[in-house]
């Protein structure tokens, strides 16, 4: 059983602050990972990809993988109060299914 | 930039009766994929397409079909609903090229509720 971890929060920051998710999963053989965000009753948004160990930045989000440690985790600097909301972590191996962690409740405080 | 359609945004069933979600993808993705989440979960995989073809399967019921039909989009096709079937449906597209699928963009979603 493939499984995807991550800490269900919430996770409090104060508005300026650098908010970090994490999530581990089970599969060594996964090959790709995405951070999606998602606010109460609406739909998965992508925010990152990563495909190779080491951090991706985007704007105000990094990614970052190890896949020896089996491990991957976000950071969001200079959080907003818009950047509340519950952040996916998934996981796709080898072929197009992704499985997706229980998601991690952000709350960012003004 | 287009997104994923779904129709309709909401849905209320009684129980037994049957449902068709659909689901028009981004333009150019030829994989749809389709999620289900109750209230408190993850999205769980039902079933995905690629080129009109079957090429995934996740935990979707026997009681739910799917296609994808030569214009890309997709339907899903729910019946014998039960209480327990209430829950956001997603569609996600995404493109394939040589072999590797990238990355998935959801839907709206298509909420529906069994009474």
């Known amino acids: 059983q493939k499984e995807v971890e991550q800490n269900s929060g919430p996770l409090s920051v104060p508005e300026g602050a650098i908010a970090s998710l994490n999530c581990t999963y089970s599969d060594r053989g996964s090959q790709s990972f995405f951070w999606y965000r998602q606010y109460s009753g609406k739909s998965p948004e992508l925010i990152m990809s990563?495909?190779?160990?080491g951090d991706k930045e985007d704007g105000r989000f990094t990614a970052q993988l190890n896949k020896a440690s089996q491990y991957v985790s976000l950071l969001i600097r200079d959080s907003q109060p818009s950047d509340s909301a519950t952040y996916l972590c998934?996981?796709?191996?080898?072929?197009?299914?992704?499985?997706f962690g229980k998601g991690t409740m952000l709350l960012v405080s003004p | 930039a287009a997104g994923v359609i779904q129709s309709p945004r909401h849905l209320i069933k009684e129980k037994r009766e049957t449902a068709t979600l659909k689901c028009y993808p981004i333009p150019r993705h030829d994989t749809v994929y389709w999620y289900q989440q109750g209230p408190g979960q993850d999205p769980q995989f039902l079933i995905s397409?690629?080129?009109?073809?079957?090429?995934d399967k996740g935990s979707i019921p026997d009681r739910f079909s799917a296609q994808q039909f030569s214009d890309y989009h997709s339907e899903l096709n729910m019946s014998s609903l039960e209480l327990g079937d209430s829950a956001l449906y997603f569609c996600?597209?995404?493109?394939?090229?040589?072999?590797?699928?990238?990355?998935?963009?959801f839907g709206p979603g298509t909420r529906l509720t069994v009474t």
């Open positions: 397409f690629y080129e009109k073809m079957q090429s």
């Open positions: 996600a597209s995404s493109l394939r090229l040589a072999g590797e699928y990238y990355e998935q963009y």
């Open positions: 998934a996981v796709r191996s080898g072929y197009s299914t992704l499985t």
């Open positions: 990563i495909y190779s160990n």
